[in-house]
């Protein structure tokens, strides 16, 4: 069965700490992205990239980086994790913009 | 940037009546997708529903089927027959054509009551 995996389903990190998360996907997929969902917001796209090394930002890219060595795999990075980045982190992934676009199970990070 | 906006932030429904999500978005676009996505307490995201902005044709996925007004900028879900299994977050969405990025409203809450 074809899907992405998000390497953690829930984290918890010290204010400060360099934090990365995981996303894999299997499905030789072109476009893949990070967001992040907060109650009443929604989901808000933070990075996305549509090819191995592209990145481009999203609405929130501030406090966040992103990596993308290989085209199955897209991290997200923490350069100095803060409270506010307390949240539900989602990655995705899809062939082309008309496609559907395939979700992970989302990692829930604590920042203590 | 283009905006999502869903209006309800929650609702509620009796088992096997039917109910209307709301959305409404800005573009400037004339080609573009919208979508409806359910989360479940899994926290999976799940497709229901796709709409291509240039069919005049509203789409429908089986229990579930779109209103979309182009001209309003309007796009509703409708789930007829409602299950229990209905109970989720559901997020509107649009991707505009030829674009890689995605954006979300900030989500209704369904119950469905039984």
């Known amino acids: 069965d074809v899907k992405v995996t998000q390497s953690s389903r829930y984290l918890v990190k010290r204010t400060g700490e360099k934090v990365f998360l995981e996303c894999v996907q299997d499905m030789d997929h072109e476009n893949m992205f990070w967001y992040r969902q907060d109650p009443g917001l929604g989901l808000r796209l933070i990075y996305f990239?549509?090819?191995?090394?592209?990145?481009e930002k999203g609405d929130i890219p501030e406090g966040y980086s992103v990596s993308r060595e290989k085209k199955e795999r897209f991290s997200l990075i923490l350069e100095s994790a803060s409270t506010n980045q307390t949240s539900m982190y989602l990655c995705a992934s899809s062939l082309q913009s008309r496609d559907k676009v395939r979700f992970g199970s989302g990692t829930q990070l604590s920042v203590l | 940037a283009q905006t999502v906006t869903q209006s309800q932030p929650e609702m509620s429904v009796q088992e096997a009546e039917t109910v209307t999500l709301s959305c409404t978005y800005d573009?400037?676009?004339?080609?573009?997708?919208l979508f409806w996505y359910k989360q479940p307490p899994s926290r999976q995201m799940i497709l229901v529903i796709r709409q291509e902005a240039y069919k005049q044709q509203n789409a429908t996925e089986n229990r579930f089927s779109v209103n979309f007004q182009k001209a309003a900028k309007s796009f509703s879900l409708k789930i007829s027959d409602s299950q229990l299994g209905d109970t989720a977050m559901y997020f509107c969405a649009f991707r505009r054509n030829n674009n890689n990025d995605m954006r979300f409203g900030a989500g209704t809450r369904l119950t469905v009551k039984p």
């Open positions: 990239s549509y090819d191995v090394k592209m990145k």
């Open positions: 573009t400037s676009e004339s080609n573009y997708y």
